[in-house]
C-alpha cells in the first residue's frame, strides 16, 4: 500500500479540508514568484503528517534561492521552512501526533533512524534534513506536508506564543548550533558577530547563556545595530567605511576576539572573521554562501585556527523551547512587522529591503 490511510480530522476541520487547492508562494525562477493556487498536500507515507500553516515567516535563506544561489532548488517550488500549525491529517506510521494537536514545524525534516540521525546529524538525514521549501513543497503556504512527523514536529502548549515560536523553526537553533556551539563560545571569551541580521541577533541572544566577557556586534545597518545593543552587544561597530577589522583589534588591543561569528554568507564578511580572529580562536561560519571566499592559510596556517562549517540539526530545539517558554528568552522581540499570508508578496518585498524598511524578522498569519 503506498498511500497511507488517513485518521480523519474532527468534522469542522473536515469540512475545511474539502477544497482540493490552497494559497501558497512560489518561486518560478531566480528573481521571480508568485502567490497563486497550488494542488493541497496529501499524505504520501505513513509517517507523514499534513499541517494547516497559522504563522510562518520568511527567512534569509529564501532570499538566497530567490537570487539563483540556490540550484537545486527547482521552479515551481512553495518555498518557506518555519512555521507554526495545527495537525489537519496524520498517517498510520505517526504516533506521537493527532489531528487538532498545535504544533512547531522544525526547518530539519528527522527520520529519527537512519545513521546520520543516530549522531543527531539530522541536516543529513538519509530521507530529510533541509528539504522544506527546498526539494520539496514548503511552509509559506495555507498547508505543508511534513514527511517524518513523529520527529520532525514539536508540541507546542494552547496559548502559546505563535509568534516567539515561530522563531525557534530556524534561526534560534541555527544561531545557537552553527553560531554559538561550532564557535564553542566560554565564559570570559570575546566573541564578534559579524552581521546583525535575524541569525546574528539569534547568535547574540544565545551567546549570553555562556557569559562572554564582551560580544561585539559589526554590521551596514546602524538600526540593525542598535537593536544589538538593546539585545546585549558591548560594542556594535558599522562596517561601511571597511574599517571594521581595524576597530576590533583597537578594541582587544590587538589580540582579535576569541570567537568570530560570520552570520551573513558573503566573502567580505567571512573575511572579516579571518582579520580578528586571535590565535587559538575559532571562526563559525553560519551565513548561507552562495559564492567563492578566500580563505587566507597564508595568515592563518601558524595560528592555531579551527573554522567550522554547519547545516543546523535542531538538536537543541527541545532545550530552547523550554527556556523560551520560562520567559528567559524573548525571540518575539525579533519581529518587525506582521502581514496576512495572503499578503506575501509585500512582506517578500519588506524584507527583501530590510535595510530601507527597518525589517527583522516578517511574520505571516493565515
Not at 174 to 183: I, M, Q, S
Request: hydrophobic share 40%.
Amino acid at each position: 500500500m503506498t498511500t497511507a490511510e488517513l485518521i480523519e480530522a474532527p468534522s469542522s476541520v473536515a469540512t475545511a479540508s474539502n477544497s482540493t487547492t490552497m494559497k501558497a508562494l512560489v518561486y518560478l525562477g531566480p528573481g521571480k514568484r508568485s502567490w497563486e493556487e497550488k494542488p493541497r498536500p496529501s499524505i504520501h507515507e505513513p509517517g507523514d503528517a499534513i499541517v494547516r500553516v497559522t504563522t510562518s515567516t520568511i527567512c534569509g535563506t529564501d532570499l538566497h534561492i530567490l537570487k539563483g544561489d540556490l540550484p537545486a532548488v527547482p521552479a515551481g517550488r512553495i518555498l518557506g521552512h518555519e512555521a507554526v500549525g495545527v495537525v489537519e491529517q496524520v498517517g498510520t506510521g505517526v504516533s506521537k501526533f493527532r489531528v487538532g494537536d498545535k504544533v512547531l514545524v522544525s526547518c530539519v525534516t528527522a527520520c529519527l533512524t537512519c545513521d546520520f540521525c543516530r549522531k543527531q546529524m539530522y541536516s543529513h538525514c538519509r530521507t530529510g534534513g533541509w528539504i522544506l521549501g527546498c526539494m520539496i513543497d514548503g511552509t509559506q503556504a495555507e498547508f505543508v506536508r511534513i514527511p517524518h512527523a513523529d520527529g520532525s514536529l514539536y508540541s507546542l502548549p494552547a496559548g502559546a506564543d505563535e509568534e516567539a515560536m515561530v522563531m525557534l523553526s530556524d534561526i534560534l537553533p541555527t544561531g545557537f548550533e552553527c553560531g554559538v556551539l561550532n564557535g564553542q563560545v566560554k565564559p570570559g571569551d570575546t566573541v564578534a558577530i559579524v552581521g546583525a541580521g535575524p541569525v546574528g541577533l539569534a547568535v547574540l541572544l544565545t551567546a549570553q547563556f555562556y557569559s562572554p566577557a564582551a560580544i561585539f556586534m559589526i554590521d551596514l545597518d546602524d538600526k540593525r545595530l542598535a537593536v544589538a545593543g538593546q539585545f546585549g552587544a558591548t560594542n556594535v561597530i558599522n562596517s561601511s567605511d571597511g574599517n571594521a577589522a581595524k576597530r576590533v583589534m583597537e578594541l582587544t588591543d590587538g589580540g582579535g576576539v576569541d570567537v568570530a561569528i560570520e552570520a551573513v554568507g558573503v566573502p567580505g564578511t567571512f573575511g572579516i572573521c579571518q582579520e580578528i580572529v586571535a590565535p587559538g580562536g575559532r571562526i563559525a561560519n553560519v551565513g548561507v554562501h552562495g559564492k567563492p571566499v578566500e580563505l587566507h592559510l597564508e595568515k592563518l596556517w601558524d595560528r592555531n585556527i579551527t573554522i567550522t562549517t554547519r547545516l543546523v540539526d535542531t538538536v537543541t530545539t527541545p532545550m530552547l523551547l523550554k527556556i523560551v517558554r520560562s520567559g528567559k528568552l524573548q525571540p518575539a522581540k525579533l519581529v518587525t512587522h506582521r502581514f496576512a499570508m495572503s499578503d506575501i508578496m509585500k512582506a517578500y518585498d519588506t524584507f527583501g529591503n530590510a535595510a530601507k524598511e527597518g525589517a527583522l524578522k516578517v511574520v505571516l498569519s493565515n
